[in-house]
């Protein structure tokens, strides 16, 4: 024997409300997946990428940007100005990265003095029973 429900839309909504809102438990799925992959490779270069790129690329190209606003309202047509700023730009950024990594300081890693306390062993009258 058939069984016919007929239910009206807003029934059928308040019925369903939970499952709307999260999907259905069994096929909600991992929150964040891991593993390895295109993206965890672009990230694990980005984590030392990143503060390379702040510390030696940005300074010059704020400088660079600078320096053509200045040339584009002396009259000098904007291609030129970002070729010729550019190129100055990239060298210096290849001076900065040589200049540092060729004149790393530091001493490495050192021995620490140890300090080896001396035990006096003393012999009293009380140590002799």
């Given amino acids: 024997m058939k069984n016919n429900l007929n239910i009206s839309e807003e029934r059928y909504l308040r019925a369903l409300q939970k499952q709307l809102r999260s999907g259905l438990v069994g096929f ?6 891991r593993g390895g992959g295109f993206g965890s490779i672009l990230f694990n270069l980005g984590k030392y990428a990143i503060p390379i790129f702040e510390k030696y690329v940005l300074p010059h190209a704020k400088d660079a940007v600078k320096n053509i606003m200045n040339d584009v309202r002396q ?9 010729s700023n550019a190129r ?10 040589i200049k540092n990594t060729l004149q790393q300081g530091g001493r ?9 306390k001396r035990k006096i062993i003393i012999e009293t009258k009380d140590n002799e029973r």
Avoid: D, F, Y
Wanted: hydrophobic fraction near 30%.
């Fill in 108 to 116: 490495g890693l050192t021995s620490r003095r140890q300090n080896r």
């Fill in 28 to 33: 909600r799925g991992v929150r964040r997946q």
């Fill in 88 to 97: 100055k730009a990239l060298k210096e950024v290849g001076k900065t990265l």
């Fill in 75 to 83: 009259g000098v047509p904007i291609k030129s100005a970002v070729k």
